[in-house]
């Protein structure tokens, strides 16, 4: 037996001793697992359609020190993940941990946070690749006329041209999964070079082509630009550390969607290794080169008062007065948006994972169907299907990008502290064993910074302009208590543990006669 084949073997037994089989294919090497948390969070993505969060709440401070502040937070969530993911590496890897550290209701409670936010992922994504193509690639690059409302979406109904994009593209991003983890593996692969190569090419070209003399004070100083000094993008106020704390959503929801490492750890090879290596790394590169890039759009402004004024078009400002070659920004153009698009591609690979497992414990309406896996294509193909659909749907409210960017970033991150939460409690007395990621004595220091950190991006999600999401939370967790106690409390059973596992080793052979790699 080869070296490869022990390993295989090994990630096998670790999921059978879960009480699982092996139903995905397991063709994801450490790097594909590391490049499809990358493209996820895609600085590319959330770096240009966020930047107004930060930059017209409070400047260029805002986005500099706002990006580091925001990033450590980031890590130090990842660590906490990471050394949970080592010892249970899963499919919907948050649902099972939080449910074997802290409780079948707990479980179930991350499960409805995580699936939910995966899918204000996808929307907010592919909205997001959709407005890039219109305004960079048509209108950039080919001179478009855009400016009907049918290619907008604002408040009420968006328009035709702006559903149907979104629309196709979410589509193409569910067709290409269906067809297995081999090619979305070889694109998110290519959308990890990809990444790296447009972000610095931008960086670069922006900082050498722009049309005044670098201020880097621009990095540290503080500006309110709150309401209509800032294109209204953040409501008017007096309090600049308010402003700050707001805006960190540019960095929380660029930074986010890393679990999808943990969603495919039954697709990865050595999983309790390369899953958390594959967290951290897609967080620590991702703040280090989203750091230069955003820092980038500040020193390249030819005014940053003007810039601010921009609201939601700012980046268009930034690249419009640069001084680069047509050529080049084109080039930039169609990049930027290529990357995004292999962004949406990887989150309905994670959403679907999610759902897949959360179903395969019978957590969600249609379990059965919903837990399908295709003996050809070794995917969860109705659930990627789902999860499309889900995310098209979320779009039909026309200030869809504002609500979803938010909503992602904070429903994704609860769902990642309620495990690290739970993980605080019975690390030493049910969770005794760990994985090779192991925190050892900065385990429960970096949980609490991890929960703390939380709470405060919790708080965000009830300010103005992002009062939505805090009510979608209430709302959540109301009719997740109400329906808990009313059914699901004796209906799910939840994780197989103890007796339930060695029971379902019965029907772990029989299950995996069906596929063959």
């Not at 991890?450 to 109301?478: E, S, T």
Request: hydrophobic share 50%.
């Amino acid at each position: 037996m080869t070296k490869a084949d022990k390993v295989q073997e090994h990630d096998k037994q670790v999921l059978h001793k879960m009480g699982y089989a092996q139903e995905l294919s397991r063709r994801m090497s450490g790097f594909s697992n590391f490049a499809i948390s990358f493209s996820i969070i895609c600085i590319l993505a959330g770096g240009i359609t966020a930047f107004p969060f930060a930059f017209s709440a409070t400047g260029g401070g805002g986005v500099g020190i706002g990006w580091l502040v925001g990033g450590v937070f980031a890590l130090i969530v990842s660590f906490a993940m990471g050394q949970i993911a080592s010892s249970y590496p899963t499919a919907g890897g948050l649902y099972h941990w939080s449910s074997i550290l802290g409780g079948r209701a707990w479980g179930w409670v991350t499960a409805w946070f995580n699936l939910l936010g995966l899918v204000f992922v996808i929307s907010s994504v592919d909205a997001g690749v959709f407005q890039l193509f219109r305004d960079l690639v048509l209108h950039g690059v080919f001179g478009v006329d855009v400016s009907g409302t049918a290619w907008q979406a604002t408040a009420g109904l968006p328009g035709v041209y702006w559903l149907v994009g979104v629309g196709v593209i979410i589509a193409s991003h569910a067709a290409l999964n269906h067809f297995g983890i081999r090619i979305t593996t070889m694109l998110t692969d290519m959308s990890g070079y990809l990444i790296f190569i447009v972000a610095i090419s931008l960086t670069v070209l922006l900082l050498v082509f722009a049309p005044v003399p670098l201020d880097f004070s621009r990095l540290w100083t503080f500006t309110n630009f709150s309401g209509e000094a800032g294109g209204s993008v953040i409501p008017q106020t007096s309090s600049i550390l308010y402003g700050f704390v707001v805006g960190l959503i540019l960095v929380v929801y660029t930074i986010t969607g890393y679990d999808a490492s943990a969603h495919t750890s039954e697709e990865t090879h050595d999983a309790q290794i390369n899953v958390p290596k594959g967290m951290w790394q897609a967080v620590f590169y991702s703040v280090t080169f989203g750091f230069l890039m955003v820092c980038s759009f500040v020193l390249a402004m030819p005014d940053v008062k003007e810039g601010a004024a921009q609201g939601w078009g700012v980046f268009a400002y930034v690249m419009a007065s640069s001084t680069m070659p047509t050529f080049l920004l084109d080039l930039l153009y169609i990049g930027i948006v290529f990357a995004n698009f292999l962004c949406g591609l990887a989150c309905v690979t994670s959403c679907s994972r999610m759902m897949y497992a959360f179903a395969r414990d019978d957590g969600l309406p249609f379990s059965k169907t919903l837990s399908n896996v295709s003996v050809t294509h070794r995917v969860p193909t109705v659930s990627i299907w789902v999860s499309a659909a889900l995310a098209f749907l979320s779009c039909l409210y026309g200030g869809a990008f504002i609500v979803l960017a938010a909503g992602c970033a904070v429903f994704l991150y609860i769902s990642y502290i309620m495990p690290v939460a739970a993980g605080v409690l019975a690390e030493g007395k049910t969770w005794k064993e760990k994985g090779p990621f192991d925190l050892g004595a900065l385990s429960k220091p970096i949980a609490i910074l991890a929960i703390l950190g939380g709470v405060v991006l919790v708080w965000v999600g009830f300010q103005p302009p992002n009062q939505l999401v805090g009510y979608l939370i209430v709302g959540l967790i109301v009719f997740l208590t109400i329906l808990w106690f009313a059914s699901e409390r004796t209906r799910f059973e939840g994780v197989p543990q103890g007796d339930k596992i060695k029971e379902r080793q019965k029907m772990i052979a029989e299950i995996e006669k069906k596929y063959k790699d």
